[in-house]
């Protein structure tokens, strides 16, 4: 009799054995990957790195896709902004659905004009002292994102860490710390330096023409004039000749190569 | 002697089994199918062949930043490199330079790395397209690539994006795609002049020289099990 009930018993246990078995693989699927957003104090970082190919240009194809070559010496390297609209990070939804691979750095380095060595007729008269800005592109971000930004862009390894002095807000918004001024089209890896910098103090003829970048996700388009190549900037030597980056050109004659400016487009 | 319920309760209890066990087999091959062939980590210490600038071990120590195998290149966790060509790229003939330009690394099979052409876009590749907007922030760049690397430097797979301008030659295309493939890969600039990773370009650079294959066993040794000698 007893041994009897027993054995109707177990389909019941194993039925309720099974039951739970179930139970707790839903619970835990429901659970997977929530635990990411436990801490709001952990933080992920989030480095954008990248690179670009450049035409392989001479001086003189350099100079005449110009529309202006001035001499100037860089007075301030200012902060760099990105092409989002506000020059800020983007959210971890805009990310999601756009990527990152849009994101372009702009650096606004000022100058002080020397003097203009040519220009087309539309370009702007620039005066000898006058304050001007030029744009230069490419470079990498670093950003620090919080464990939930970093788990929407399929982050799935976070960094505990102390929040850094230099990153603005609580903690839950993301801000975009560029590691150091970009002055030159170079590609470079968090904590590297770009090859060719800008510094205040800097005398360099640079040929310049006018460039609109397309702005992230719909964000306005940004127009800045910005060097024709990394190649079309020159640097003085001790004995006052004109130093291309590009070895097989070495020293060259700034004010002949401004006369390939085309007066008018 | 069982009594019908006791019959019908078997019977449930060994249908729920079935549909556990079936559920439990489903998400383990779902879960086996969707995670990384396996997980990739670069096993040497020594990046000097794919760190900005790199080119080998002439280059003065320290260039390569802090990369250590605690702190390794930026790479492909599961060593596979997803990709996807935007309708642009064949709407402007660029769709064979580029694929010889891939190709350029993927042709040795013997190594870990692969890359994967999609055939949809999805949110785990690199969209590749072609346009006529100025790229980088410049007029004469003309090929970019762009991508997010986590704190591990994996990299951040659908984050990323390469363009190219438009009205380039086929020729030059082949090899500024395998340059801008190169980045994608984790591999930055070179300062071996016959290298595709070379900070510039010029003919024939879409055939690997020595030091883009140093760079790519760097990141990704071999299939064969050895990390030396590719």
């Given at each position: ?11 019941r ?5 099974t ?11 429901a659970?997977?990957?929530s ?9 992920a970082?989030l ?22 070559a ?25 990310i ?11 650096t ?8 203009t060595l ?5 370009a ?23 464990v ?15 929040f850094p ?28 330096a ?12 640079v ?5 609109l ?13 910005t ?6 900037i ?22 002949e ?9 | ?7 019908a ?24 199918l969707?995670?990384?062939a ?11 062949w794919v ?10 120590p320290?260039?390569c ?6 702190d390794?290149?930026?790479?492909h ?13 064949e ?35 690199a ?11 410049s007029?004469?760049?003309i090929?970019?690539?762009g991508?997010g690397?986590d ?14 301008k ?23 600039h070179s ?19 020595w030091?883009?294959?140093r760079?790519?066993?760097q ?12």
């Amino acid at each position: 009799m007893n041994s009897s009930a027993t054995g109707q018993n177990w389909p019941r246990v194993f039925l309720a054995m099974t039951v739970a078995l179930l139970v707790t693989l839903v619970t835990a699927c429901a659970n997977y990957g929530s635990n990411l957003g436990d801490d709001p104090t952990s933080l992920a970082e989030l480095a954008v790195t990248g690179g670009a190919t450049y035409e392989d240009l001479t001086a003189g194809e350099i100079a005449r896709r110009s529309e202006m070559a001035i001499e100037v010496r860089v007075t301030d390297v200012r902060r760099s902004y990105l092409n989002t609209e506000d020059g800020r990070f983007p959210s971890a939804e805009d990310i999601g659905s756009a990527g990152l691979g849009d994101l372009a750095v702009l650096t606004p380095v000022e100058v002080e004009v020397m003097r203009t060595l040519a220009r087309q007729s539309q370009a702007p008269v620039l005066g000898v002292g006058e304050s001007f800005v030029i744009t230069v592109g490419g470079g990498a971000i670093f950003t620090v994102l919080d464990v939930d930004q970093a788990a929407a862009l399929g982050m799935t390894t976070v960094v505990e860490q102390e929040f850094p002095e230099h990153v603005e807000g609580d903690g839950r918004e993301a801000d975009v710390e560029i590691e150091v001024p970009v002055t030159e089209p170079v590609d470079f890896v968090w904590g590297s330096a770009p090859d060719v910098d800008l510094s205040e103090g800097d005398v360099v003829v640079v040929f310049l023409d006018r460039v609109l970048t397309t702005g992230y996700r719909g964000a306005t388009d940004f127009s800045a004039w910005t060097p024709v190549h990394p190649e079309g900037i020159y640097r003085q030597t001790e004995t006052g000749d004109w130093l291309s980056t590009d070895p097989a050109e070495g020293l060259v004659n700034v004010d002949e190569l401004a006369g390939m400016i085309s007066p008018a487009e | 002697m069982k009594t019908a319920s006791t019959t019908a309760l078997w019977k449930v209890a060994f249908r729920m089994a079935v549909i556990t066990t079936a559920i439990v087999v489903s998400v383990s091959l779902v879960g086996a199918l969707s995670s990384p062939a396996h997980a990739h980590t670069p096993k040497q210490d020594n990046w000097d062949w794919v760190c900005s600038g790199g080119d080998g071990p002439a280059r003065e120590p320290g260039n390569c930043g802090s990369m250590t195998s605690s702190d390794p290149p930026q790479h492909h966790t599961n060593a596979n490199a997803r990709f996807y060509f935007e309708n642009s790229v064949e709407a402007n003939g660029y769709k064979n330079s580029l694929i010889g330009g891939y190709l350029a690394w993927d042709q040795t099979n013997s190594h870990e790395f692969n890359f994967i052409r999609e055939t949809s876009d999805t949110s785990t590749n690199a969209n590749v397209s072609v346009t006529s907007n100025n790229i980088c922030g410049s007029s004469t760049a003309i090929g970019c690539t762009g991508m997010g690397v986590d704190s591990n430097n994996h990299t951040v797979e659908g984050s990323s994006a390469i363009k190219f301008k438009t009205g380039i030659s086929s020729h030059l295309i082949n090899d500024v795609g395998a340059h801008e493939f190169g980045h994608y890969l984790g591999i930055n600039h070179s300062d071996i002049t016959v290298a595709t990773m070379w900070g510039n370009i010029f003919d024939g650079q879409s055939s690997l020289a020595w030091a883009d294959m140093r760079g790519r066993c760097q990141v990704y040794g071999h299939s064969h099990g050895y990390w030396g000698g590719c």
